[in-house]
């Protein structure tokens, strides 16, 4: 019961994690839109700095191996922006304000691509990912608005960044270290089909993501002409029921139908909702798909990552790419908002979405028929392949699986086999504990042996 609860305190810790950094991020936009002004050459360079430290993360854990090394990378980072930060409030004539935002914005963004990192390993699997998700995301917003009279001076802006910054940094360095610090077991064995899977999931999240990046271009030049509209009002709160409308149908029989959810409420935008008249209308409006725009991106990346020969990269790519989406905007200032020509490349774009998804769903359904046809159908009589596809274990989790019931050896012995630490090993099986409803390794395997014989099947290899 112990471990049951250490388990689900850590899962509590990592969203809480998840949701401070968000509110830091949108504090630092904020902060840099005050510095450098909104749609400045200053503020796209500030963006594609933020993206660059996202990779700049992934590329640490890939080119440092040792844990000490990382830790003491992440910890550089994370001082180099409270540098910068305190530098923007006390900016001079060599390194002004606005030349500050840079290095902050790179450091800022390598934190969240270890954030991120961790979020994906940690929720991917989860039943509850998308509410998850969306209680992480929204809390930031009902802060940021109930702050905002505040955040006009700089100086409580820079201080309550500081504070973020040092509770992340702690949390992210010293709690989750094997995480962070350490490489968990492979996904799965990279078979031939396994690759091709993996590819056209790749492919199709993707395609998606630039679809719907350019709907999001759009759908920004619906109201950024308007004038007299305070983009940090009320309207900014209707990110909140977007994160939920996209977080719901994501637990829905696993996220089957989280594309189908996106789309609709992309077609609802082209429906003309946001052409009614009302600048603050369609600020909502925005905001709602803004909502689910990033719910989408967060989670589709967070369920793909850990497939991955490099889930540091993945698991922050969505956030990465999205914020190039202001370069993107640039080219449609010159269409006419709310004009025929809009409407018709919003039409394209989410008929291409309906093209990719209904090839992806045919292809499925070929695919199922073509495994019944040819008998491998049969495996279902495995019953360690039923057991833990009953439980939802992850290829990876099945490995361990497998070892703990081939063998009595210690957990040394167990996480020397499998080319991890205790530690990680640990994390593996309390999820096998959670997921079966058990309490300790004698359980687990009793639990299985139980099955087993309900179920009169064998065990597999």
Not at 124 to 134: L, N, P
Not at 313 to 339: C, K, N, P
Not at 426 to 431: H, K, V
Request: glycine fraction near 10%; charged fraction near 15%; charge should be neutral.
């Amino acid at each position: 019961m112990k471990q049951i609860w250490t388990m689900k305190r850590g899962k509590a810790l990592y969203a809480v994690i998840f949701s401070l950094y968000m509110f830091e991020f949108q504090l630092f936009s904020y902060l840099e839109g005050s510095v450098n002004g909104v749609l400045s050459q200053g503020h796209y360079i500030t963006y594609a700095l933020l993206s660059a430290g996202f990779i700049l993360f992934g590329a640490s854990r890939i080119l440092i191996r040792g844990e000490k090394g990382r830790q003491l990378f992440l910890i550089i980072m994370n001082t180099l922006f409270a540098l910068a930060v305190l530098g923007i409030l006390f900016p001079t004539d060599l390194l002004p304000a606005y030349v500050l935002t840079y290095p902050a914005a790179l450091t800022l963004g390598c934190l969240g691509g270890a954030v991120y990192y961790f979020a994906a390993l940690e929720f991917h699997m989860s039943k509850r990912a998308g509410v998850i998700m969306g209680i992480c995301a929204s809390v930031p917003y009902i802060f940021q608005f109930i702050m905002t009279p505040f955040l006009h001076g700089r100086f409580f802006n820079v201080v309550l960044l500081l504070l973020l910054t040092g509770a992340i940094a702690y949390f992210v360095i010293a709690h989750p270290k094997d995480y962070i610090l350490q490489n968990p077991l492979p996904y799965s064995e990279e078979t031939e089909e396994y690759r091709k899977d993996l590819f056209r999931d790749k492919y199709h999240v993707l395609s998606v993501f630039f679809l719907t990046m350019l709907l999001g271009v759009c759908m920004e030049q619906s109201w950024s002409g308007a004038s007299g509209v305070d983009m940090y009002g009320w309207q900014r709160l209707c990110a909140i029921p977007g994160y939920f409308f996209i977080g719901v149908f994501a637990d829905h029989k696993k996220h089957k139908h989280m594309d189908i959810a996106m789309l609709c409420s992309y077609a609802f935008f082209l429906l003309g909702v946001y052409d009614s008249g009302s600048c603050g209308l369609s600020l909502a409006v925005f905001y709602f798909l803004a909502g689910v725009y990033t719910g989408y991106l967060n989670l589709a990346f967070w369920f793909l990552a850990p497939r991955t020969r490099h889930p540091e990269i993945w698991a922050g790519l969505g956030r990465t790419l999205s914020l190039f989406e202001g370069v993107i905007g640039i080219g449609f200032y010159h269409v006419q908002r709310g004009g025929l020509i809009e409407r018709l490349i919003i039409g394209v774009i989410i008929l291409c979405m309906f093209i990719l998804l209904y090839r992806e769903r045919t292809k499925a359904v070929d695919e199922a028929s073509v495994s019944k046809d040819t008998g491998e159908a049969e495996d279902i009589f495995d019953h360690f392949g039923d057991f833990c596809d009953l439980h939802g274990y992850t290829p990876r989790e099945r490995d361990v699986m497998n070892l703990l019931l081939r063998s009595d050896e210690s957990m040394k012995n167990i996480s020397a086999a499998l080319g991890i630490s205790e530690r990680m090993l640990y994390r593996y099986m309390n999820s096998l504990y959670e997921k079966t409803g058990t309490e300790n390794r004698a359980g687990l395997v009793k639990k299985y042996y139980e099955e087993r014989s309900a179920g009169n099947g064998s065990i597999g290899s």
